[in-house]
Structure formats: structure tokens, C-alpha cells
């Protein structure tokens, strides 16, 4: 069997180091975003999340130095999805689906990333001191272009008249509701849980509920 040279195993052991960072950093971010969307910033330890995350207190103080490290690190992963799902509303696509697609992304989102969502609405609820000034620019900039695209199809005749930012705020709580309140959706249509199927299908009637 040939050798390494020391390159090479320089390389193997950075991308394995990498692997372990990176298997590590999420899984104090999973256990972390749960334990914030049930208590807060100010209810959640160190130590908790240490021993939830099955890692020494040092391991975890080694990839996030601080708890605000680890919570600022969560509201950024989620404006990555909220970039994400905008990123269909564009003025030279059509209506019907941008809108569609907007829908669906923000629904799978809520589907796939629900302590996430409850996280971030609570964050939210508390006055949104951990936004930094520069993410709430980023907010109202990523809406007043997606607003703009909006307004181009109504002022083209491919979109009703309407208030593009109160349109914008009806989706955000239609989709957001199936993560932050589950168990009231679940309830209502007499399922144990929310399944793939139930998101899939709430897409659909949401769209025809606005006449897409």
C-alpha cells in the first residue's frame, strides 16, 4: 500500500477535523434551537445544552465562545431560509408561479425546520433584541424588492390590486402557523401529526384560497 506523503495527511486530517466540526456544530444547534423556542435566551444554560448535546461544556464553549454565539448563529440560518424562499419573487417570472413556488418553499420550510420557526417568532415576540441593525436593513430591503416585483405585475395587469406588503404579511402567517401552532393544525384536521402530505396539501388550498 503506498504511502501518504505529508501532504496528504495533513489534508485527510484537516477534512476529517472539518467532518467533526462540522458534525458537532449542528448538533449544539439542534439541541440549542429547541431549548430557546421552549425557554428563551435568558432560560437556556451552557450546561444544558451541553449535556443534551452529549458534549463536554468545554466542547461546546470551543465552537460557539459564547451562548448569544449560538443564538446569533440560529437567527442567521434562518434568514438563509427566508432569503431562500423570496428569491422566487422575481417581476420577469409569472405570477402564478412565483407565487406557487413562494408558497411551497415557505410551507416545506416550516415543515423542515419547525423549532426553528418557533424560535424565531419567539425571538421575535420579545422585541427582536438579538437582531442585529444590519439584519433588520436586510429584512426590509429583501421585502420592499420583493414588494417591487409585486407592484410590476399589477401595474401589467398579471396581479389584483393590492397592498403588496399586506399580501406579503398574509403568507408569512398562513405558513408560518403550520410550524409555530401544529398542534392546533393537527387538531383541526384530525391527524396525530402533521405529515409531508398535510404541507403538500395546505400549499394547494392556500394557493386557491388566493386565487392561484
Given at each position: 500500500?503506498?504511502r501518504?506523503?505529508?501532504?496528504?495527511r495533513r489534508?485527510?486530517?484537516?477534512d476529517?477535523?472539518?467532518?467533526i466540526?462540522?458534525?458537532?456544530?449542528?448538533k449544539i444547534l439542534?439541541?440549542?434551537v429547541?431549548l430557546f423556542?421552549?425557554?428563551?435566551?435568558?432560560?437556556?444554560?451552557?450546561?444544558e445544552?451541553a449535556?443534551?448535546?452529549?458534549?463536554?461544556?468545554?466542547?461546546?464553549?470551543?465552537y460557539?465562545q459564547?451562548?448569544?454565539?449560538?443564538?446569533?448563529?440560529?437567527?442567521a440560518e434562518v434568514?438563509d431560509?427566508w432569503?431562500?424562499?423570496?428569491?422566487h419573487?422575481?417581476?420577469?417570472?409569472e405570477?402564478r408561479?412565483a407565487?406557487g413556488?413562494?408558497?411551497?418553499?415557505k410551507l416545506?420550510?416550516s415543515r423542515?425546520?419547525?423549532?426553528q420557526?418557533r424560535?424565531f417568532?419567539g425571538e421575535?415576540?420579545?422585541?427582536?433584541?438579538f437582531?442585529?441593525?444590519g439584519?433588520?436593513?436586510?429584512?426590509?430591503d429583501v421585502t420592499r424588492?420583493?414588494?417591487?416585483?409585486v407592484?410590476q405585475?399589477?401595474?401589467e395587469?398579471?396581479?389584483?390590486a393590492?397592498?403588496?406588503?399586506?399580501f406579503?404579511i398574509?403568507?408569512?402567517?398562513?405558513?408560518q402557523?403550520y410550524?409555530d401552532?401544529?398542534?392546533v393544525?393537527a387538531?383541526?384536521?384530525?391527524v396525530?401529526r402533521?405529515?409531508k402530505?398535510?404541507f403538500?396539501?395546505a400549499?394547494?388550498q392556500?394557493?386557491?384560497?388566493?386565487h392561484?
Amino acid at each position: 500500500m503506498a504511502r501518504q506523503s505529508g501532504d496528504e495527511r495533513r489534508k485527510s486530517g484537516g477534512d476529517n477535523e472539518g467532518r467533526i466540526r462540522a458534525r458537532n456544530e449542528a448538533k449544539i444547534l439542534e439541541v440549542s434551537v429547541r431549548l430557546f423556542s421552549t425557554k428563551g435566551f435568558d432560560g437556556t444554560t451552557i450546561s444544558e445544552i451541553a449535556e443534551e448535546s452529549g458534549l463536554p461544556k468545554a466542547n461546546v464553549y470551543y465552537y460557539f465562545q459564547t451562548k448569544a454565539a449560538i443564538y446569533e448563529r440560529l437567527i442567521a440560518e434562518v434568514f438563509d431560509d427566508w432569503d431562500a424562499a423570496l428569491r422566487h419573487i422575481r417581476p420577469e417570472r409569472e405570477p402564478r408561479e412565483a407565487i406557487g413556488d413562494y408558497v411551497r418553499e415557505k410551507l416545506e420550510s416550516s415543515r423542515r425546520n419547525a423549532a426553528q420557526s418557533r424560535f424565531f417568532a419567539g425571538e421575535l415576540l420579545r422585541g427582536g433584541r438579538f437582531l442585529s441593525r444590519g439584519q433588520r436593513q436586510h429584512m426590509r430591503d429583501v421585502t420592499r424588492e420583493a414588494c417591487a416585483a409585486v407592484e410590476q405585475w399589477i401595474a401589467e395587469g398579471r396581479f389584483p390590486a393590492l397592498d403588496p406588503r399586506h399580501f406579503f404579511i398574509m403568507i408569512w402567517a398562513t405558513t408560518q402557523f403550520y410550524a409555530d401552532f401544529a398542534p392546533v393544525v393537527a387538531a383541526t384536521l384530525e391527524v396525530p401529526r402533521l405529515r409531508k402530505a398535510d404541507f403538500d396539501d395546505a400549499a394547494e388550498q392556500i394557493l386557491k384560497a388566493i386565487h392561484f
